[in-house]
């Protein structure tokens, strides 16, 4: 016997619980693309921003990506050890260290960058491209980053 099919119009009307089923329906392809490059989510992230921050500090990027600084130390150790990011002592303040993308991590990045926004287009095709931007002026919205500047992807 078939089951009849539930009623969530009161959940689906509730945007943390919309958002966070389009999510979880991305963030399993994100991954398993990511794998390809073998990059984890953080990762990307974390090369995204150095990419267009370079030399910004670990609590920066910390902050940004909404990840604990113990994990943060972890994320970068991984990129480190590949060589995509190298530290460096800031040249203003020698107590300091900045993080930049090395050679190797700017080429990975592009690529990764390309997938991702791949995905992001097959992910948002049933959009029309003013419905795109409006959805991500929304969520920008709603997660604080009105004023933050305008990138391609969601990633």
Known sequence: ???DALDQ???LGLVGH?????????RPLFARRMAD????QAEFAVLSLLDAN?????????????????NMAAVLARLLERGLIRRERQPSDQRMQILLLTPAGT?????AAATALDLDQEATAMLSSAERRE??????K??????????QGTW
């Open 9 to 11: 119009t009161f959940l």
């Open 107 to 111: 080429r990975l990045y592009r690529k």
């Open 135 to 140: 959805l991500l002026r929304l969520l920008k």
């Open 18 to 26: 919309s958002a966070r089923l389009a999510s979880s329906g991305i």
């Open 37 to 40: 490059h073998d990059l984890r």
């Open 142 to 151: 709603v997660n604080g980053a009105q004023d933050a500047p305008q990138g």
């Open 1 to 3: 016997m078939a089951q």
């Open 54 to 70: 370079p030399g910004i500090s670990q609590k920066r990027l910390a902050d940004a990506i909404n990840v604990s600084p113990p």
